[in-house]
């Protein structure tokens, strides 16, 4: 756990530094006044009351008061700020960290599982550290401290405040270890709950659609029951330790009033007020270390959960990206020349490869489309040309240098993707097709109207507010169909030498998509386009088509050269369209 302070700043580690001063500070304060009391109750039971001693330490306990509690507001307000600040970092760090991870490191920790730990995970953390940082200062130095002024007064007081505090001890200490394994539980059953949340929001449409409410109701109760009980029977335990607290210290109360009877009535007369007055400031030393034991079991309610906090947060931290790129760019002609060779791949869960010694060239400007069954690595395929995952074996060049050497800034700004599920994010529609471009666009630059026209965004114009239209988060607010078209839009925009569209175009009607590949073809005629696709009507005008079948290449070439040579080609074309149909042109 302690691994994740290191994230502390200089200057949240000075705000400590200062609480740690006003906190000895505050506990001095608090340990004095027990001394002023012992004074009062001397001088009262001697009989011999004098104002003057009245108002000298009634005054002294007074100042002590009010300097404990300005104290503890200072030191408060530094711990929020520590707290505040820590939250603010880690969650800098996390965001930051998971912007750099791989799909591969994704597909690990799950999107779900990830939310929970830069949110839940991280105010856990912070919240030890608001309530706990106090406490865990001002605990052990008020019980270490308080012991050691009464270890000098009466050895039975003594006695009875250790018996008290072992038996605190020793309960806290067998609650953790029943509950400490629950909280682990109950952060994996948050990911679940999550994730059920999730799954159960963004389909919420299907769910409607096919009768599925009550189905889907049980799956979140399950989750939700389980999360339940394991919450229950932590609480329930954890309750256990205010009665038992409460318990121990009036026990304590009462123990030391009875061997306070049993010293007076063995003092001697003259002595007697001053073993009254060792009795009451006994009293106040002991509800300080009784009270700084319910500190510590205010920081063990919170503590253990914490901890798993903390290590699901490092586990993230500490997790290295398994794609690293240069920090050097290399010189390359920006061409958009791709060639694979001798590729193969295989996911980190799944021993068998899914694309198995894959070799071809794509020249310069050459729109070649990618077609086969489901399941056959087609967007796998595409996915290793920006880097998605990284090859297991063989290597892929662009302009003659393998993607490797290529610095992460440079590789994006040479790969432009327009993914298989249109993504849009909240915002508006020109905050979209402009989404990762620095420097100001205003709303009349052409790039904005040729992405639109390319794409065939002609419902933009339609609109009361034009490029500048809401978009809802992941754009529920439009049609898949009008979502794909602001995606291409988008990865036009970009304006890359290589674009890949991944079965972008499966939402368009078919003469939309025939436009815009028409608008690809004519407007984008120096630039490399990689089309993934299922309708051979989408393909059949690329330069270069290749099938694969079952993570291999089945054909390469056109589209006549494939319905002769390849048979699992011509398979699919016939269950698409007609001989009279594949053996005419497209009107495009």
Not at 42 to 65: F, H, R, T, Y
Not at 132 to 150: E, F, H, L, N, S
Not at 501 to 517: I, Q
Not at 552 to 579: F, M, R, T, V, W
Request: aromatic content about 8%; hydrophobic content about 45%; proline content about 2%.
């Amino acid at each position: 756990m302690f691994k994740i302070f290191r994230n502390l700043k200089s200057r949240d580690i000075g705000f400590i530094l200062i609480c740690a001063v006003l906190v000895v500070t505050q506990v001095w304060l608090d340990l004095t006044m027990p001394d002023y009391t012992q004074k009062l109750t001397e001088s009262v039971s001697a009989g011999d009351i004098d104002m003057g001693v009245v108002m000298k330490n009634g005054g002294m306990m007074l100042l002590c008061a009010v300097g404990s509690m300005a104290a503890a507001m200072f030191c408060g307000f530094f711990a929020s700020q520590v707290a505040a600040n820590f939250a603010k970092t880690l969650r800098d760090r996390l965001f930051g960290h998971i912007l750099k991870f791989s799909n591969t490191e994704i597909n690990k920790f799950s999107t779900p599982s990830l939310i929970t730990r830069t949110t839940n995970d991280v105010v856990q953390l912070q919240m030890l550290i608001a309530m706990g940082m106090q406490m865990m200062i001002k605990a052990p130095v008020t019980a270490i401290w308080a012991i050691a002024k009464i270890s000098s007064s009466s050895i039975e007081w003594t006695t009875a405040v250790l018996v008290c505090v072992g038996t605190i001890v020793c309960m806290i200490v067998i609650l953790l270890i029943i509950v400490f394994p629950k909280f682990r539980v109950i952060q994996k059953l948050t990911d679940n709950l999550n994730d059920v949340t999730r799954e159960n929001i963004s389909g919420v449409r299907v769910v409607r659609a096919f009768n599925a409410e009550k189905y889907q109701e049980k799956k979140f109760e399950k989750v939700n029951d389980e999360i339940t009980k394991n919450h229950l029977f932590t609480m329930r335990a954890m309750g256990l330790m205010m009665p038992i607290m409460m318990m121990a210290m009036n026990g304590l109360t009462l123990a030391i009033y009875w061997v306070g009877a049993y010293l007076v009535n063995q003092a001697e007369i003259m002595n007697r007020a001053e073993v009254i007055g060792d009795m009451a400031a006994f009293v106040q030393y002991a509800l300080q270390i009784m009270g700084a034991f319910m500190m510590l079991v205010m920081i063990f309610i919170i503590m253990p959960r914490t901890m798993v906090s903390a290590k699901r947060i490092n586990e993230v931290l500490e997790t290295e990206p398994s794609i690293s790129y240069r920090n050097e760019k290399i010189s390359t002609s920006g061409q958009g020349k791709i060639e694979f060779k001798n590729v193969s791949f295989a996911y980190s869960d799944s021993g068998k490869p899914c694309l198995k010694n894959i070799s071809f060239e794509i020249e310069s400007g050459e729109t070649f489309a990618v077609i086969g069954a489901t399941g056959t690595g087609k967007s796998t395929l595409v996915n290793l040309i920006p880097r998605y995952y990284d090859v297991t074996g063989g290597e892929i060049l662009i302009d003659g240098k393998n993607i490797k050497e290529y610095s992460e800034e440079q590789l994006e700004k040479t790969v432009s993707v327009a993914p298989q599920k249109a993504v849009l994010f909240s915002g508006d529609i020109k905050s979209n097709i402009t989404y990762g471009c620095t420097d100001g666009v205003k709303d009349d630059d052409d790039r904005i109207k040729r992405s639109l026209d390319i794409s065939k965004s002609d419902f933009v114009n339609n609109l009361e507010s034009g490029i500048h239209s809401k978009v809802a988060q992941g754009g529920t607010n439009y049609s898949g169909g009008q979502k794909q078209r602001l995606s291409i839009a988008r990865a036009v925009f970009k304006n890359s030498p290589i674009m890949i569209f991944d079965d972008t175009f499966s939402a368009l009607d078919y003469k939309t998509d025939m436009l815009v590949r028409k608008s690809l073809r004519e407007q984008l005629s120096d630039t490399t386009v990689i089309i993934v696709a299922q309708r051979i009507g989408t393909i059949r005008n690329a330069d270069k088509i290749l099938v694969l079948h079952d993570g291999e290449i089945a054909g390469i070439g056109k589209h006549d050269e494939l319905l002769e040579n390849c048979p699992i080609y011509k398979e699919i074309a016939l269950s698409q369209l007609s001989e009279e149909e594949l053996s005419g042109k497209e009107s495009a």
